[in-house]
């Protein structure tokens, strides 16, 4: 256990889940993390995670507050909970209205019910989750890390649809970017990595999770990004579709009678690494049936290879150069052929794919996988509940 007496516990609501760590910002260590999963439905359960133990129960309170109270009993029982200090959340969308992480107050929670209607499946999640933190640890202080805010430094040029502009100025409606947590720790530990000033870097990052995104980061800050209004947006990814031709909404609903509803459903649950593969929209899967001659398993995963390196490509267009090329999240650090395909097809700028690095960086381990001096394609592991937790101290100015 920790002998630090400023942990951080770092929160994640969903609408059923609550994913959590207590994290030392000194060693940069988780002491606690867990799941409290299937909330509001009768087995609701927590599982912890801790010193190599893990131990599930199910809930006696089977909501947020109950979660909660559970994670609250067990830093008890733990000897932890005198010493966490501060609360960090995930929040999903802050709108324009973030564009850094904030300490939450009832003017900001009141900020980002206004921006619920951008993330309807997230923002009221969040803030019961902060509301229900609020309630289970009175005495601590609550700061909010948005999704969004990183991409806040897009230029109109980038974020902007070419729609009537009455819909930007009345509705919001643009592009908003999401990943922004990761991409801001992502960029740091690069810039670590090869020993750059992150001040004068240009390089493009590719976070390949089951949702998927790339964003150009020039000189720390975030000059384009792939996702829109909403995370539907840009590549291809585990049951996302990306980007279509919009007019594939009348035609489904014309031709084949769907509503708005089903559509959605279609093309954000059914699309993607799944529906191309008409197997799985996990990508080790994929792999593996492609192996074994698949071809739609083939198909998806090149359609997805391909649609991701026209877009790195496009990506380096708002940095005029390109330091470095990063791979981050599931695929990103996991999956050697995936990166392998890509910079393949990327050639043309100067990459050249080092086949022993590559097939040895993966389960956790980072570094740079080509031969050529620039640029460089490096994978890099994510780590976004230690930036929440950096952005807290930050926020609150913790001496750590
Ligand atoms: P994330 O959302 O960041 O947890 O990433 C989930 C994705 O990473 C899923 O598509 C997994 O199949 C993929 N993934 C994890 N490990 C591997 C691996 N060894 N090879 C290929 N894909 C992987």
Do not use: W
Not at 198 to 227: P, Q, R, W, Y
Request: charged share 20%; net charge negative; hydrophobic share 40%.
């Amino acid at each position: 256990m920790s002998n630090s007496n400023n942990l951080i516990l770092v929160l994640n609501c969903g609408s059923s889940s609550v994913k959590f760590s207590v994290i030392d910002p000194k060693t940069e260590k988780d002491v606690l993390s867990g799941l409290a999963e299937k909330l509001n439905l009768q087995d609701a359960s927590v599982t912890f995670k801790f010193d190599g133990h893990k131990e599930t129960r199910f809930l006696t309170t089977n909501d947020h507050t109950g979660a909660l109270e559970s994670i609250l009993e067990k830093l008890k029982a733990l000897g932890l909970f005198e010493k966490v200090t501060a609360i960090g959340h995930r929040l999903v969308h802050g709108g324009e209205a973030f564009k850094a992480s904030v300490e939450i107050n009832d003017e900001v929670l009141k900020t980002v019910e206004a921006c619920s209607n951008l993330a309807p499946l997230h923002n009221p999640a969040n803030i019961l989750g902060v509301r229900a933190a609020q309630k289970a640890f009175p005495s601590l202080k609550n700061v909010g890390v948005f999704d969004t805010s990183f991409h806040q430094t897009m230029p109109e040029h980038a974020y902007l649809y070419a729609v009537p502009m009455k819909l930007y100025r009345e509705n919001h409606v643009r592009r908003y970017g999401f990943h922004g947590t990761s991409y801001r720790f992502v960029a740091k530990e690069a810039a670590k990595m090869l020993n750059k000033d992150e001040n004068n870097f240009a390089l493009v990052v590719a976070h390949l999770g089951n949702g998927a995104s790339v964003a150009s980061i020039l000189n720390g800050k975030c000059m384009d990004t792939s996702m829109g209004l909403t995370p539907l947006e840009g590549l291809v990814m585990g049951t996302r579709s990306g980007d279509i031709d919009p007019g594939l909404f009348s035609y489904l609903n014309q031709e084949l009678k769907m509503d708005i509803s089903a559509i959605n459903n279609l093309l954000n649950k059914e699309s993607g690494l799944l529906g191309l593969s008409e197997l799985s929209n996990d990508c080790r899967e994929v792999e593996e049936a492609a192996e074994n001659g698949n071809r739609n398993a083939q198909l998806a995963l090149e359609v997805f290879a391909y649609r991701l390196a026209k877009y790195i490509a496009g990506y380096v267009v708002p940095l005029g150069r390109l330091d470095a090329l990063v791979f981050t999240g599931g695929i990103g650090e996991n999956s050697a052929s995936m990166r392998a395909r890509v910079i393949n097809h990327l050639s043309f700028l100067g990459l050249k794919l080092d086949e022993n690095a590559n097939n040895e960086t993966c389960r956790g381990k980072a570094g740079v996988i080509t031969s050529s001096t620039a640029p460089l394609a490096l994978v890099v592991n994510t780590n976004e509940e230690l930036m929440i937790a950096q952005d807290t101290v930050s926020v609150l100015n913790i001496a750590i």
